[in-house]
Structure formats: structure tokens, C-alpha cells
């Protein structure tokens, strides 16, 4: 952390208040202008610091600082004369005169509040770091003045409500005392202008109550300036805390040009310049250009080169009991860092590249909080001309109609290098796999010159993979057993064709990719396929189609009003989204945030390695818009730069190494539990479970919504038990048996081990919601009761529309769909006939058989159709699949109206 000690010249400042006996008393008190005056030698004979008092006892200074008639001063106030002892000047309640008299403040802590205008700090929102040397700029002189408060037994300090900006130092708050920039400072005085003056770099404030400090880091210290609650019992509130422009750089420009306290999105900002911008309300200022700026400076994607204020963090929270209330922190790669027992964050917003990181932690809450973009806002969205394939380079070229008419609003937008862009095709018409975020480069977009065209660099048309064709106790309309840690993986999207580079064999009916399970190298097609069981490896190739377009809108906020519905696709840039976690929790255990907020972060509720009995209530999540996103190959590969959109994601590193590991079974994150929280709002995927823990997550009253082709909850390995919950429509469930967790050392996958996944689900409302298992295993492992889900209906009970006992051999109906097997009444073998399962009725169903007398005679099922198949196998009545223990039981589904059958539960049975 970076710190320094108050030094002045020669002088060594007392902390205490110095008792000894009285001088004499003045019949009146004499007038003294000033405390202390910062520039020259500071001996001005009008200062008490720089006069000759001798004759004098008692004093009312006017200002701290010198200044003129008309300007309104703080700081001043009564001193009295006593003899020094060993005191000297601190400047906030001593001061030495140049005659060696030292003057003892009388007006210091009122009511038990010291202003730190009266140990100078200014708050004038200028920097005085030329002053740091002295250590007389404000960041120093409020540190100074915090560590005499508490030397004299006061515990808040407050700022006085202005403007101060440091450039050097950490803000270090001593022991339970408690820092505040005034009652009403909470709130911006303008929708997202964070701005210390309104024009000019100097003349009256524009921001209140603010403390705004350098993003850039140190490259000594590794750290950058930061409000330090480094001791047990400080606090903060009522303030803003702002990342700033950290001073000019060697040629004069800003090392942080893109502070949102030198410009906001309203304005037409110039760049690298010492002047603030100047508002321009006319209709041709483009809001979403500076916001891209303003996002530049800490939420660049990990690819990229990371912006001036990427490793700043604005509080950072190591003492016990700390709590932070009535705070906005604005413009830091992230907003706060907690590592103390116990803190409190309440009612805090804060918009950063990263909202809340804990890191070993005891019980930290985090009550009434919002994170999200606070400072951008707009976005823009543009109508895609075409996307094309250029052989030549071997990407995608995207061309966007750009507006070129003057009086439209956005006609001064244009897109520039680097810019973040989402491309969303509209599903199903071609170009899938650019899909998702990329980063502009090659931009050649002039003003009012029509088309704009861009490159998506790393882009492919093409994708081929390796993979096993159904395998025992998958569907046959899965392609499984590919390597999840492949990075052409997240190429693979819905609506591609499919075709067996092999033999031709297995997609000889055409087939199109209808889902992608990354995490466990599974996509689901459109069919199945029509090669033998246990086929082997086979080489697939994943084809984007032509991209011809469709109507469609944007759906975006600007340019206003949104786009017709003759688009073709859209291009959106939206500036408002940020890269990092919204709340982050490492090694940290029982976690609390209730009444909480997270939108536009790339995971809202991040919970990693050691992360337990986490809870979440009241909370939500959400976008601003429904951007495309990747499959989830990202959250497997550290090699792609994740673009996925997640709720919440409990995972971990997965690291198990031999001892000393003292947490070789349960490295990761699990226990958590979410009440009455509303996951989604046009998100990709709610909830993921990745972790070696074996312990449920717990999720109740929870409304999960992945939209179109999104994911509500997936389960690779971990658990989660979901209760009395809602979901959306179009997404799905998927439920693994286990998943091959892998840790990563910066160059290659190390395989940890294989853990189980387990779900149970009950009296949850889902009926647009398909669960998918992954596997027979899988499902066998999912438990429940009283749900309504879209097919298949295996845990939808008491969904059984009867209960029928089968005394003689039969062909399964829709009559009931759990049927009682008693061979013991016919005194023989009886022979169950699966309905054919491409016929209408039978799509999508479940059926459970039951042997429940204990008789030597068999319930013996067989196949219905001359091709179907159960788990991969064409049961016939001479090899039949066989119950022959008391209470043996199989439950089947079909898969999605295919002629294949597969086995969602069993019990062996026996005595």
C-alpha cells in the first residue's frame, strides 16, 4: 500500500492537544487572518504560523489559507497560548509561531465531529501533489488530520464536502474512526456526470462531498491510491469516490485521459487535453462514443491491452468490523477489495471493471448495494448489411449501415479500432459462429459515407472436431466425447450443419446443431444419427450457413426511435458492459448480500475456491439488452477470453495436489443458498455449477430466465437443489452425471479428477423449460417431485396419470405411465411391448416399470419399433431387457420424438 509519513521541513508534528498553565488572558481577541500560508518560505507575518505572537495570548484566525475578500474560507477558528513542552506544529490543533509560541486550537471536534478543513485540506478539486514533496497537499493534510482525531478521542472525521483529488498516497484510516464528505455527497449532481468542475479546469465545483483519486499504478508498489480501511473499526460514508485522471504524463497529457471526472458522456470530449470538455446539447453529440471511452479505462476484455485504470481498486477493506454506507465508488478496475472479518458494505453503487472482491473474509455483508453502469450510458445499434466470408484472410468481414444524414441522431457515431462490438446474425440465418462479442479492427467508417466495415479477427466459417458417436447410454442425438478444453469448441453454435467428414455415414440424413454443452463435449442435433452404436472417432465439421438476413429489430436505446424492422441483424456496441464479476468471493465464508443489484457484468455473483455458505436474498441480476453470447466453452478454456453472460457461477480452481493441500476433496466453492432472487433479464445462463464440492447449492423462490437459447441452470459437476422456483421460456436445464474438472497453469490443462453432479428439483414451474440430462447415469442421479417442466416429464410428479398393474404381457399405453409388473399372477414370464417412439403420442414420454411380486417369473420388455432402441440396444423378445429381482425398476424417456428410448432411472431391487 502506498503511505508516507506528514513531514515539514524541520518540524516534527505533535498528535496530542499539550496541557500546561495559562498565559495570561487578553481583554479581547485579536484578529489573525490566517492559519498557515502553503506557498514561498510559508513565513507570511499575517499567518499565525508565519508571525510574531509574543505579545498576544489569545486569537481568532478568519481562514486557514490566505485569501482574497470575496472568497468564502474554512478552517479558521480560536487559539489559545500555552507553552510548547515537547509539542509542536501538526497543523490541525498546533501551531508554532516563528517566536517558538505554540497556539492550541479551541475549536477542534465540536459535537464530536473534526472538520479537516481546520488541518487544511482545501477540497478545492485541484491537485496538489507539486505540494507532496512538503507533504502539504490534501491527501497528506487529511491523513494527518484522521490520525490526530483519533490521538484525541475523535472518531469522525468529515472532508468539509468539497473536492479532493490525490494523485500519491493511500487514504489510511486510523483505528474506529469514521471518514464522511457529507450528508448529501451519495448522489452525482448530474445523470452520469461526474465531472469536478462543470467547464474549465478550474472555477466553482460541479462534484460535492468527493474524493477523487489516481488510477494509475506505481510501478514500485504494484498499487495505486486507494481509501484504505487497513484498521479495525474505521468506516465511510456519504461519499463519492472517484477514479481520476492521475495527473499529465511527460508530454503533457492526462495519464488517465478517460476519468469521468474530466468528462461525461454528454460531452465531446478532447482527448489527452489539460482543459475539461465543454457540454454540447446539440442532437449531433453522440452519448455512446464517450462512453466507450470512459469503459476503456478499466473494462477492456482480457485480450486486450488493459486501460489506464484497470488494477486500481477505489476502498480497500483489511481491518475488522469496517463498514462503508451511504458510498458511490465510479471508474476503478475495481470498486472494492474486503480481506478484514465482518465488513458491512450498505447502500453502496459503484460502477466498475469489477464491483465487490472478497478475499479471505469472515461473514462480510452487503445489504442494499447496487453494481452496475453507473457512469456510461447508450448504446447504439446498427443494421448489418452483410456478413461475408474472406478467403483471402480467412475471417469474417462485417459491413453495418451507419447513419449519413446530418439531422439523424448517432451521424456523428463511427466505429473506431478496438471498439467492443456484439454481432447478433438473428438465429438461424447464417453466420452463427460470429455470433457473440468481438473487438474492431480495421475500421474505415468517415462521416456520412455509408457502410462501415469491420474484421472479426480469429473468426471461423469452419470448424472440425473430433468426437465419439453414440456412445452407450447417450441419446442417439448426441455427438459426445469431445475435449471440452479444445478452443474451436466455442465455434460450434445453434443452427450450423453437420456433416460426418468420416464415412458420410452418420449424418446421412442431414442434421443441424440444435444445442452445445461445452463443459461436458456434448452438442445436440436435430436428428439423430444413423451410424451403428459404439461407432468410434469420427471427424465432424460444424458449417456456418450463408448469412441472408431476416426482419428484426435492435432493440437498443439509441439512436432513438430503434431500428425498423427491415434489419437484417444488428451491430451493437454497448458501452454500459463490463468485463469483470460483479460481486467476487474467494477463501471467504458465510457471505451475506440481501437487497442487492448486479447488471451489465460479464458474472453478476461470482463464487470461487473456498467460497461457503454464501447467501443471497432479495438479489438480482440482469442486462440492459439481450446481447448474443458464445457457447460456454469460455468458462473451460483460459486461452479464449470469456464472452459469456452468467448470474451466478460457483466453480473454483479444481487444484488438488498432494498434501500439504489440507482441502484435497473440496478446493471449490459450494453451499451457497439464494432466496426470493430474480436471475436472468434477457441473460444467456443463470446458474453454472462447476466445483469438486460435493455440497448442494440451495436455491428457493428463485425466477431464472435465459432467454432464447439460453441456459437456466447447468450442473457439470457440483450440486444444486432448486425449490418452488420459476423459469422462462426457450432455455434449458442440463444435468450431468460428472464432468472432468481441469486446472490450468498458464500453459497447459491439468486433469484433476472426474466429480458427480447431482440436481433435485421440486414443486419448481418451468413448463418452456427442457431438461436435459446428459446421460442415462445423469439422469439417475436427478431426484424430485411436483414440477412442471417441457419434455421430458421424468420428474413431473405427480404427473403419473395412473398407476396400472400388468398381470399378463401388454403394449405400453398413454393410460399410465408407471406400471406395476406382477408376473405372479400368470404364473409365467410376462413380455412389456414399448410403444414405437416416433409416433406421435409416445414423443417426449416417460414410463416406469416395476417388478413387484417376488417370483422367479421375469418382466421382460422388448421394443415396439423394428428400429428403436433403449440405451442404444434393439431389445427383442430373445434377448429381452430382463426384472427379474423383487422391486426392480427401470424408468425410460424418449429422446425428443426419435426412435431411440433412454434409460432415466434404475433400482436393482432384491429382498
Known sequence: MLSRKLFFSTLAFAATFHCAASFATDASRHIVPAVFDPTGNHINPDTLFG?????????????????????????????????????????????????????????????????????????????????????????????????????????????????????????????????????????????????????????????AGAIVLSPIVNPTTGTSPSVSLLNNGSGLSGCIIEAGTGGLGANGKFLNPYSPSVFDPDCDPSYGQTSQCVDLDSASVNETRASSFIQSAFSNPPHLTPGPAARSVGVSIKGGGVNIRDVRIVGFGTCITEQGPGPLTQNVKCDGGTGISIHTSDVPRIDDTTIGADVTTGEAGFKIESITWDNTHSLYR????????????????????????????????????????????DTACPTGTGPCTFDLLGSKKLVTLPATVNDSGYPALVISSMDPTNSDLKYVQIGQTVTDLTDGV?????????????????????????????????????????????????????????????????????????????????????????????????????????????????????????????????????????????????????????????????????????ANMLLGQHRNIDVVVQSDCAASNRLANVSIGGGANGIDIEVDAGGVSLANSQGSSGSTIFKADAADLYSYDGSTYIKEGNYPANLSLGNNYLPGVPLVMANTAAAATAVGCGNTFAPPPALNCPGVLAVTTVTSSITLDGSSEFWACDPSAAGADITITIPQASITPNMNRTFRVKKVDSSAHACNIVMGGSSDKLDGTHYTSTAPYSLNLHNQSVGFTNANGSKDWYITSTVAGGP
Open 506 to 674: 452418420c449424418t446421412s440424413g442431414g442434421l443441424s446443431v440444435v444445442n452445445v454443452w461445452p463443459a461436458r463435449g456434448l452438442v445436440y442435433l436435430s436428428g439423430p444419427l444413423s451410424c451403428p452404436m459404439d461407432s468410434g472417432q469420427h471427424s465432424f465439421q460444424f458449417a456456418d450457413n450463408t448469412y441472408i438476413g431476416a426482419a428484426g429489430s435492435c432493440g437498443l436505446k439509441n439512436p432513438a426511435p430503434p431500428p425498423p424492422a427491415s434489419n437484417t441483424g444488428c451491430a451493437m456496441v454497448d458501452p454500459n458492459f463490463r468485463w469483470g464479476d460483479g460481486v467476487y468471493v474467494e477463501n471467504s465464508g458465510g457471505m451475506r448480500a440481501v437487497n442487492c443489484q448486479v447488471y451489465e457484468h460479464l458474472v453478476s455473483y461470482h463464487l470461487y475456491d473456498g467460497a461457503r455458505t454464501s447467501s443471497f436474498s432479495n438479489c438480482e441480476t440482469g442486462n440492459g439488452n439481450d446481447l448474443p453470447d458464445r457457447n460456454l466453452a469460455a468458462l473451460t478454456s483460459p486461452t479464449y477470453p470469456s464472452g459469456n453472460i452468467v448470474s451466478l457461477l460457483i466453480n473454483g480452481r479444481h487444484i488438488h495436489t498432494a498434501p500439504p493441500d489440507d482441502q484435497t476433496n473440496e478446493t471449490d466453492a459450494c453451499e451457497a443458498a439464494g
Open 51 to 207: 508571525g510574531n505572537w509574543s505579545g498576544i495570548n489569545q486569537v481568532t484566525v478568519t481562514c486557514y489559507y490566505p485569501s482574497d475578500d470575496k472568497a468564502i474560507c474554512a478552517g479558521g477558528g480560536d487559539f489559545d497560548k500555552h507553552a510548547c513542552g515537547s509539542d509542536d506544529t501538526n497543523f490541525g490543533t498546533v501551531i508554532k509561531d516563528q517566536d517558538s509560541n505554540c497556539w492550541y486550537r479551541k475549536n477542534f471536534g465540536l459535537n464530536g465531529i473534526v472538520d479537516a478543513r481546520q488541518c487544511g485540506v482545501r477540497g478545492d478539486g485541484i491537485d496538489h501533489s507539486d505540494l507532496a514533496a512538503a507533504k502539504l497537499d490534501d491527501a497528506d493534510l487529511l491523513v494527518n488530520c484522521m490520525n490526530i482525531a483519533a490521538d484525541n478521542g475523535y472518531y469522525t472525521v468529515s472532508t468539509g464536502g468539497g473536492v479532493i483529488v490525490n494523485n500519491e498516497i493511500d487514504l489510511a484510516l486510523p483505528a474506529n474512526v469514521a471518514l464522511t464528505c457529507g450528508a448529501k455527497s451519495f448522489d452525482a449532481p448530474g445523470k452520469a456526470d461526474y465531472r469536478i468542475f462543470k467547464n474549465g479546469s478550474t472555477g466553482n465545483l460541479h462534484l
Open 398 to 441: 462485417v459491413s453495418v449501415d451507419v447513419v449519413t444524414t446530418p439531422a439523424d441522431p448517432g451521424y456523428n457515431y463511427r466505429f473506431a479500432d478496438n471498439d467492443i462490438v456484439w454481432i447478433y446474425p438473428q438465429p438461424g440465418k447464417g453466420a452463427e459462429s460470429s455470433s457473440g462479442y468481438w473487438v474492431t479492427t
